[in-house]
């Protein structure tokens, strides 16, 4: 019996090793199935990705961020040199508050605070006329100052007059930043090509947005008090110096550049359908008027904000991809979400990379620089039907990164595009951005007729 049980005993021995041996095969066979299937993919994605970018050569486009920023103005002729604004988007030692641009910035958004010394309260800034066609009643908004910080004088019949007295009193600051809207080129210091980007460029600071929306308001608020008194030299000068804003905002690369130059000019067009309502304006300053909207290319602005926007998503997804940490930071996705990212293979993000350029490519550059804002609208909502189908597509989970942001992408470009067409092409009560095109309305030859567009005192009589 002993020796029986001894060959029990070697029999299972025998079979705990092939057992053993059995499922480390099946493990290896299994993690060999798994490494070689990511290798597949990675390989697989980075083909796609190569074959994406030899696309976007073919289409004339470049990755290369830095290569799309304007060249820098030189300071004698560029609006945002002068003291007061010089060095407004630079940040001393990684510290947004120090130094003397931190100085200028806080001070210049004082100019049109919510709350403190500087307070206008609840003002609200003029936007009826460009989007209703419904001229201000002077009487109901400057009731809209009571509680302000605003020293009315003593009243007169002219209650525009007042409020235009009553806002250079309150802010002094603003007559070196009127005295200089003489300058010809106007781009935030430092420009845009000699500012130090990070590598995550989606994660750049705009430290200028605040101080360029509160000159916006205020200026706003200036040029239609000024209209509204019949003071064209006021208006002229407000409307010029705003103006000058739009074009330093017009630089600014990526969408949210874009956002920041879309607000800041809707804001002066706001101000100008008063001057014009007003007819407050003289021929010579009207023809320097139309000479600075003729400037402005809105398709050429609309496409630069988009290559700068593909650019820094490229650059972002490729920095991502060794940083996977700093996804945690951006704030944009779940916990489980961050943890499927920070596992997933490179091709993930290759894959990613490629899809999002592509859509970006087809429904958006390319019908901009062809077919114009009307091609551009329709991609993007091509481009929102586009991540509906991939949401509920087999495929979603490996399309992450271009999910989380397609929707708000596409979205931003139908906003901006709907600010920048034609009042024929929208809706009357969206007339946002109407007088984007409003050189039509400014006084000019016909080349057909001969016929000028009245003078100042004709105009006056209609």
């Known amino acids: 019996m002993p020796a029986l049980d001894d060959a029990l005993a070697q029999q299972q021995a025998a079979l705990r090793r092939y057992s053993r041996r059995g499922w480390l095969a099946i493990t290896a066979a299994f993690a060999a199935l798994i490494i070689g299937g990511v290798l597949l993919f990675n390989y697989l994605a980075a083909c796609e990705w190569e074959e994406t970018k030899a696309e976007l050569t073919a289409a004339g486009e470049t990755l290369d961020f830095h290569k799309l920023l304007p060249p820098p103005v030189p300071d004698a002729d560029n609006y945002c040199a002068i003291p007061e604004l010089k060095d407004i988007a630079l940040i001393v030692d990684g ?17 049109y605070a919510n709350e403190g010394p ?18 201000i009643d002077i009487k109901e908004w400057i009731k809209s100052f009571e509680g302000s910080t605003l020293v009315m004088p003593s009243a007169t019949q002219n209650h525009a007059a007042d409020l235009l007295q009553a806002i250079d009193s309150a802010y002094p600051d603003l007559k070196p930043l009127l005295q200089a809207c003489g300058r010809k080129q106007s781009q935030f210091t430092p420009g845009p090509s000699e500012r130090v980007w990070p590598l995550l460029l989606v994660a750049s600071p705009l430290l200028h947005v605040v101080p360029n929306y509160a000159m916006s308001h205020i200026l706003n608020l200036r040029v239609t008090a000024a209209a509204l008194a ?29 956002l920041l130059a879309i ?51 490229v650059q972002a997804d490729e920095y991502l991809k060794t940083h996977r940490i700093e996804l945690r930071n951006l704030n944009l996705l779940d916990p489980g979400q961050f943890t499927f990212m920070e596992l997933a293979p490179n091709g993930f ?18 019908p901009l620089k062809t077919t114009g804002f009307i091609g551009a609208l329709d991609g993007a909502f091509k ?60 006084p000019r030859d016909d080349a057909k007729s001969g016929a000028r567009v009245p003078n100042r005192s004709a105009r006056r009589s209609l």
């Open 95 to 111: 510290d947004r508050e120090a130094g003397e641009p931190g100085r200028k910035r806080a001070a210049l958004a004082s100019l």
């Open 383 to 442: 481009l929102k039907s586009e991540n509906e189908r991939l949401q509920k597509h087999w495929s979603s989970p490996l399309n992450a990164l271009v999910l989380e942001s397609l929707d708000t992408y596409s979205g931003v470009i139908r906003n901006n595009l709907h600010l920048s067409l034609p009042p024929r092409s929208i809706d009357h009560r969206h007339r946002v951005g109407a007088l984007l095109f409003a050189a039509s309305a400014l």
């Open 263 to 313: 607000s800041t000019r809707s804001w002066a067009y706001e101000s100008l359908w008063q001057c014009l309502h007003q007819r407050v304006f003289t021929e010579s300053q009207l023809n320097h008027l139309q000479k600075q909207l003729a400037e402005y290319n809105p398709s050429d602005h609309y496409l630069y904000a988009l290559r700068t926007e593909l650019a820094a998503m």
């Open 349 to 366: 993000f290759d894959h990613n990379t490629s899809l999002a350029a592509k859509l970006q490519l087809e429904h958006l550059i390319k």
């Open 118 to 135: 500087r307070s206008l309260g609840k003002v609200k800034r003029v936007s009826n006329g460009i989007e209703l066609a419904d001229p």
């Open 230 to 258: 019949g003071n064209d030299q006021a208006a002229f000068e407000s409307l010029l110096t705003h103006l000058k804003l739009c074009k330093a905002a017009d630089q600014e690369p990526m969408l949210v550049g874009q």
